[in-house]
């Protein structure tokens, strides 16, 4: 669905009035521990503290509040890979309006219950969230309203208020970096820095996996599924292409190290799509030295994913260590081992034998240790000491 109308630095200002009371001012927090890691200092727009958990919902209440009455009776539909589907279900809900929300069908579990949870009725279509769309838009033809993710002049201009509040709070930050999916967050934020900070550098950032914008096909999962949109929008392309400064993408690897890290140094909870901005920040993919701003886009994120981008980022940081060895198969064998690990201040979390099937000597047995370690010159000392007593030892991870 293409639009041709550009919101306005008068329509984002327009949005705000209309948000006031309902969409939270978020807070914008300064980072020491990114700051030192990046030789720069560092601030963080936490629009993962918004209501649903990303910044969705400015769009959709700037778009539900100027439906017609007609428009109302009859509902909205909207297509989503989690964010937009809850904004769009909550501002649906508050204004009285029935909705229907196509995810893709791997979407986040915590993203169609919450949902659901709003009061939305939710379809399950397609693998992505381009197909989703597709299923979505069959639907309007009997009279409902289409909200789209990006591609709305109204939903742009709801995004832009984080504009208006970014142009407010950081006197001194020269760059916003800011994740890009189909562009309407970018595009809107863009409308309104430009117009009254122009002094400020836009640097988007998508996900290598998924980067129409930087020219790259989709080529397999992301774990930053909010920005994972293989056809950007015609409206929020011709805003990006005069209001960018830069464009960014960032591994799989870099995001689910930003995950980690703001969990465990700024006590944020941030989706891969939220992560990405921090991830370019970190990796050192943002040219220059002076202040900059990472927008935390949402907090939605599955917490089996949030298990496993934890334990692998940890593991990655030498915080776990997977190796394997061998021990005498006899009363004591096992001991002596878990001794010696124990003298290296190393704490044992899972312990495997590996007997049948295995090429092995009879009085032996293998052993499959899964440890916690402090970081990765603890992981080398520990094994230089195991080989030194003796040990056999294979790393896996």
């Known amino acids: 669905m293409a639009t041709t109308t550009r919101p306005t630095l008068a329509d984002v200002e327009a949005a705000r009035e209309v948000l006031r009371g309902v969409a939270r001012v978020t807070p914008v927090y300064s980072s020491e521990t990114f700051s030192r890691a990046c030789g720069r200092n ?10 649903t958990g990303s910044f969705k919902i400015r769009g959709a209440v700037n778009k539900v509040a100027a439906l017609s009455p007609e428009e109302r009776a009859v509902g909205v539909v909207a297509a989503s890979a989690g964010n937009h589907g809850q904004a769009v279900a909550w501002a649906a809900r508050e204004a009285g309006v029935a909705a229907t929300i196509y995810m893709p069908q791997d979407a986040p579990m915590a993203k169609i219950e919450a949902t659901k949870n709003y009061g939305a009725d939710v379809v399950l279509a397609g693998e992505g969230f381009d197909e989703a769309v597709a299923a979505a838009q069959e639907r309007t033809g009997a009279g409902s309203t289409f909200v789209h993710a990006f591609e709305d002049e109204r939903v742009i201009a709801g995004q832009g208020t984080i504009g208006l509040e970014l142009a407010e709070a950081l006197t001194e930050t020269r760059v916003v970096v800011l994740p890009i999916g189909g562009g309407g967050l970018a595009s809107g934020i863009s409308i309104a820095l430009k117009a009254l900070r122009p002094e400020i550098r836009i640097v988007g950032v998508q996900a290598a996996s998924c980067a129409p914008f930087a020219g790259e096909g989709p080529m397999g999962f992301t774990i930053a599924d909010g920005i994972a949109v293989k056809q950007p929008g015609e409206l929020t392309r011709s805003i990006l292409d005069e209001r960018l400064d830069g464009l960014v993408t960032v591994t799989e690897d870099e995001i689910a190290e930003a995950i980690v890290l703001l969990l465990e140094r700024t006590k944020l909870t941030v989706e891969g799509a939220g ?13 220059g030295d002076e202040p900059v701003c990472a927008l935390l886009s949402g907090g939605n994120i599955d917490a089996s994913l949030l298990l496993e981008v934890a334990r692998y980022g940890l593991t990655r940081a ?12 006899r009363p004591g064998g096992l001991v002596a081992l878990l001794a010696r690990i124990a003298e290296e201040r190393v704490n044992v979390l899972a312990v495997e034998h590996h007997r049948e099937g295995m090429d092995i000597p009879l009085a032996e047995t293998e052993v499959e240790l899964t440890l916690a370690t402090r970081d990765r010159a603890h992981c080398d000392e520990l094994i230089a000491s195991l080989e030194d007593w003796g040990y056999s030892v294979e790393r896996l991870a």
Do not use: H, Y
């Not at 560092?42 to 209501?51: G, H, S």
């Not at 992560?275 to 040219?287: C, D, I, N, Q, T």
């Not at 030498?318 to 198969?329: E, K, N, S």
């Open 318 to 329: 030498g915080r776990f260590l997977v190796l394997r060895t061998r021990v005498r198969d």
């Open 42 to 51: 560092v601030w963080l727009k936490a629009e993962n503290l918004q209501r």
């Open 275 to 287: 992560a990405a901005s921090v991830a370019a920040v970190l990796a050192g993919k943002v040219e």
